[in-house]
C-alpha cells in the first residue's frame, strides 16, 4: 500500500503562483510513476501532469503546459506542482496520484483546494 497526503493548496489572485507538495509513504518501491490531476465543480476529474519515476520523464496537459512543472525529491518522497501565472479556470481540487504499471492510478491523495480569483 502507498499513502499520499498532499499540501500548499490555497487562493490566490490570478497571475499568482502556488506549489503543491505530496509526500509517498508505503511500499515506495511499488510504484512506477505518479502524477497530478484536478477536479473542478461540475466537471470531469483531469489529468494535468505526470512523471516517471524511472526515467524521469514529464507529460503535461496543454492547458497547463508552460505554466505548471512536476517534479520529484527522491529522498524525501515528495512531489511537487509549481504553478505559475495561474488563472481562476485553474480553481480545482488537485489529486496527486501514484501508479504501480504506468497504465493508470492506483493509489491516490485526500486532495487539496486551488482557488483562483480575478
Known amino acids: 500500500q502507498v499513502q499520499l497526503v498532499e499540501s500548499g493548496g490555497g487562493w490566490v489572485q490570478a497571475g499568482g503562483s502556488l506549489r503543491l507538495s505530496c509526500v509517498a509513504s508505503g511500499i515506495i518501491s511499488s510504484i512506477n510513476g505518479m502524477g497530478w490531476c484536478r477536479q473542478a465543480p461540475g466537471k470531469e476529474r483531469e489529468l494535468i501532469a505526470l512523471i516517471s519515476l524511472s526515467g524521469g520523464s514529464e507529460n503535461y496537459a496543454g492547458s497547463v503546459k508552460g505554466r505548471f512543472t512536476i517534479s520529484r525529491d527522491k529522498a524525501k518522497n515528495t512531489l511537487y506542482l509549481q504553478m505559475n501565472n495561474l488563472k481562476p479556470e485553474d480553481t480545482a481540487v488537485y489529486y496527486c496520484?501514484?501508479?504501480?504499471?504506468?497504465?493508470?492510478?492506483?493509489?491516490w491523495g485526500q486532495g487539496i483546494q486551488v482557488t483562483v480569483s480575478s
Open positions: 496520484y501514484a501508479d504501480k504499471l504506468g497504465i493508470g492510478p492506483d493509489y
